[in-house]
């Protein structure tokens, strides 16, 4: 470590604050070099400091006297909080007069002034001790990607009746940023956070961090001290529950919940928020965010949080990594079965192309909402399809042939599917069997697939055709897909042996299946 006078000093570790009694009051007494910039930080105030505390709310960054702050900016006025006080608990509610500048996409800045009961708050008047009061500003609203108005519709209604969906704008030249602001937020006080190695410190947690703004050292000119830490906690701020600040909005509510933190609860809640904002930030400028998506996974996490019973929550966790587990263990033990599979004895080779289909539509129904997709999702599903479309490489040869003469297909080439080799007596009962299941099946599917679709389209709305097409095919599919067990099933049944089907990743499936319906 280097001083300004580029003398570099080794700084122990501390285990212990060091009271702020201790401090020296002038250069002579210093033992070593003066570090402008400290290296451990102890609390400056004691536990069982009462506290007043204030919060004056302005369309301004800068700090003006309190005495010509309006009256109505004033919103928050408590007296002898005690710092170290983990009982004491105090619920803030009012509401304030949204100033012009704020509805003009300005941004509403909250002056928090804390002082040790008794001491002056005001920064500009005789008498301010920075050893015992200390402010700073934060600001109250956040800036996002504006809402954008996605039309929908009944597709078999008049073009006027339309109804419209909430999304992020990310149309056009790029997302609109507009000022939002949500009502709530839980100002908490961390007693316990004890020494801190400030250099060292992590930005999330740092931000709240104010230093001792007379500059004062211990001895060895290394070590300073910290005010009382202020957490401004926004974590559990939904964004569905924000107001977007316009002309329109003239009044708003204020609710503060003013509480005590532990020290490790507030690492982690700060850390998790930060990288939230990061990630929402990169969103809104186009950058790519981990894990894909548009960086509002984690606040899809708030929410269930917020809103689920905590059994249920963690039944759901449960229910998740089985899940994962059986598809995992249905891929691996459905591609051992089809790597050493030598025939088509007991294969449907319409479920196989069926199942290509259904994923694909999958596939694509999540890239016509990929605003609420993950590239990992995405990822996992091609990976889906492209096994599938290996299947069929298993089971038949796919060429392309001229068209026959008098086929009603009008292309010149078309795709055909070839047998691999002379077919044995099994084999050709296996493709008989399979044509007879598929027949039986669409008795039973089409009619459903045609009422879902006629009842989607009288009561539901939708963006398009295309997007009608979509959302009833995969509704089909998720409703109807256990049928797709049934032709394999039933082939093996008439050929009297389970010994061609792929018994593990069926089992895996079906566990699958019912796990999904519970979960649903």
């Given at each position: 470590?280097?001083?300004?006078?580029?003398?570099?000093?080794?700084?122990?570790?501390?285990?212990?604050?060091?009271?702020?009694?201790?401090?020296?009051?002038?250069?002579?007494?210093?033992?070593?070099?003066?570090?402008?910039?400290?290296?451990?930080?102890?609390?400056?105030?004691?536990?069982?400091?009462?506290?007043?505390?204030?919060?004056?709310?302005?369309?301004?960054?800068?700090?003006?006297?309190?005495?010509?702050?309006?009256?109505?900016?004033?919103?928050?006025?408590?007296?002898?909080?005690?710092?170290?006080?983990?009982?004491?608990?105090?619920?803030?509610?009012?509401?304030?007069?949204?100033?012009?500048?704020?509805?003009?996409?300005?941004?509403?800045?909250?002056?928090?002034?804390?002082?040790?009961?008794?001491?002056?708050?005001?920064?500009?008047?005789?008498?301010?001790?920075?050893?015992?009061?200390?402010?700073?500003?934060?600001?109250?609203?956040?800036?996002?990607?504006?809402?954008?108005?996605?039309?929908?519709?009944?597709?078999?209604?008049?073009?006027?009746?339309?109804?419209?969906?909430?999304?992020?704008?990310?149309?056009?030249?790029?997302?609109?940023?507009?000022?939002?602001?949500?009502?709530?937020?839980?100002?908490?006080?961390?007693?316990?956070?004890?020494?801190?190695?400030?250099?060292?410190?992590?930005?999330?947690?740092?931000?709240?961090?104010?230093?001792?703004?007379?500059?004062?050292?211990?001895?060895?000119?290394?070590?300073?001290?910290?005010?009382?830490?202020?957490?401004?906690?926004?974590?559990?701020?939904?964004?569905?529950?924000?107001?977007?600040?316009?002309?329109?909005?003239?009044?708003?509510?204020?609710?503060?919940?003013?509480?005590?933190?532990?020290?490790?609860?507030?690492?982690?809640?700060?850390?998790?928020?930060?990288?939230?904002?990061?990630?929402?930030?990169?969103?809104?400028?186009?950058?790519?965010?981990?894990?894909?998506?548009?960086?509002?996974?984690?606040?899809?996490?708030?929410?269930?949080?917020?809103?689920?019973?905590?059994?249920?929550?963690?039944?759901?966790?449960?229910?998740?990594?089985?899940?994962?587990?059986?598809?995992?263990?249905?891929?691996?033990?459905?591609?051992?079965?089809?790597?050493?599979?030598?025939?088509?004895?007991?294969?449907?080779?319409?479920?196989?192309?069926?199942?290509?289909?259904?994923?694909?539509?999958?596939?694509?129904?999540?890239?016509?909402?990929?605003?609420?997709?993950?590239?990992?999702?995405?990822?996992?599903?091609?990976?889906?399809?492209?096994?599938?479309?290996?299947?069929?490489?298993?089971?038949?040869?796919?060429?392309?042939?001229?068209?026959p003469a008098g086929s009603r297909w009008p292309f010149p080439t078309m795709i055909t599917f070839e047998d691999k080799h002379v077919l044995s007596d099994t084999e050709k009962k296996t493709q008989e069997y399979d044509q007879i299941a598929f027949k039986y099946l669409s008795f039973l599917a089409a009619p459903l697939l045609v009422g879902y679709a006629g009842y989607s389209l009288m009561y539901d709305t939708h963006k398009s055709w295309y997007s009608f097409i979509?959302?009833?095919?995969?509704?089909?599919?998720?409703?109807?897909?256990?049928?797709?067990?049934?032709?394999?099933?039933?082939?093996?049944?008439?050929?009297?042996?389970?010994?061609?089907?792929?018994?593990?990743?069926?089992?895996?499936?079906?566990?699958?299946?019912?796990?999904?319906?519970?979960?649903?």
């Amino acid at each position: 470590m280097t001083n300004p006078d580029n003398v570099t000093v080794s700084v122990p570790k501390l285990t212990a604050p060091i009271p702020y009694s201790s401090r020296v009051t002038s250069a002579d007494e210093l033992e070593g070099p003066f570090n402008s910039l400290p290296q451990y930080v102890s609390p400056m105030w004691d536990q069982g400091t009462p506290m007043d505390i204030r919060l004056y709310i302005s369309p301004s960054f800068t700090i003006q006297p309190l005495a010509r702050l309006p009256a109505e900016s004033l919103v928050l006025h408590e007296e002898k909080y005690v710092f170290g006080n983990w009982s004491d608990t105090r619920d803030i509610h009012t509401s304030f007069k949204v100033p012009a500048e704020v509805q003009n996409n300005g941004t509403l800045w909250g002056h928090f002034f804390i002082a040790q009961s008794g001491s002056p708050l005001d920064p500009s008047v005789a008498g301010y001790d920075k050893a015992k009061a200390f402010w700073f500003s934060k600001p109250l609203t956040s800036y996002l990607t504006k809402k954008k108005v996605v039309k929908t519709r009944n597709l078999l209604a008049s073009a006027e009746e339309v109804e419209e969906e909430v999304e992020e704008d990310t149309s056009g030249t790029g997302p609109t940023i507009m000022s939002y602001y949500h009502p709530n937020f839980t100002m908490s006080v961390i007693p316990d956070a004890g020494v801190q190695h400030f250099p060292q410190m992590i930005v999330a947690t740092r931000d709240f961090v104010y230093l001792d703004r007379t500059n004062s050292r211990d001895k060895s000119g290394q070590n300073g001290w910290y005010y009382p830490i202020f957490f401004q906690n926004t974590f559990f701020q939904l964004r569905s529950q924000m107001t977007e600040l316009n002309s329109t909005v003239e009044e708003l509510p204020l609710n503060i919940h003013l509480n005590s933190l532990s020290h490790w609860k507030f690492n982690l809640i700060a850390s998790m928020d930060y990288g939230m904002k990061q990630n929402a930030e990169k969103a809104a400028q186009g950058q790519a965010v981990p894990g894909g998506g548009t960086g509002n996974e984690l606040e899809q996490i708030k929410q269930v949080l917020l809103d689920s019973n905590i059994y249920l929550l963690a039944t759901t966790v449960i229910v998740g990594l089985l899940h994962t587990i059986f598809e995992m263990l249905a891929f691996k033990s459905d591609v051992s079965h089809w790597r050493n599979k030598k025939d088509n004895v007991g294969v449907s080779f319409r479920t196989i192309l069926a199942n290509v289909f259904m994923q694909t539509t999958i596939f694509l129904y999540l890239l016509d909402n990929n605003e609420n997709t993950s590239w990992m999702i995405l990822f996992g599903q091609g990976t889906g399809i492209l096994l599938e479309a290996w299947k069929i490489t298993k089971t038949v040869d796919v060429r392309v042939r001229p068209t026959p003469a008098g086929s009603r297909w009008p292309f010149p080439t078309m795709i055909t599917f070839e047998d691999k080799h002379v077919l044995s007596d099994t084999e050709k009962k296996t493709q008989e069997y399979d044509q007879i299941a598929f027949k039986y099946l669409s008795f039973l599917a089409a009619p459903l697939l045609v009422g879902y679709a006629g009842y989607s389209l009288m009561y539901d709305t939708h963006k398009s055709w295309y997007s009608f097409i979509l959302a009833t095919t995969v509704g089909a599919v998720y409703l109807f897909g256990f049928l797709m067990l049934t032709p394999s099933l039933y082939i093996n049944y008439r050929l009297k042996s389970v010994a061609h089907m792929p018994g593990k990743a069926m089992m895996y499936k079906v566990l699958n299946t019912f796990i999904d319906d519970r979960r649903l």
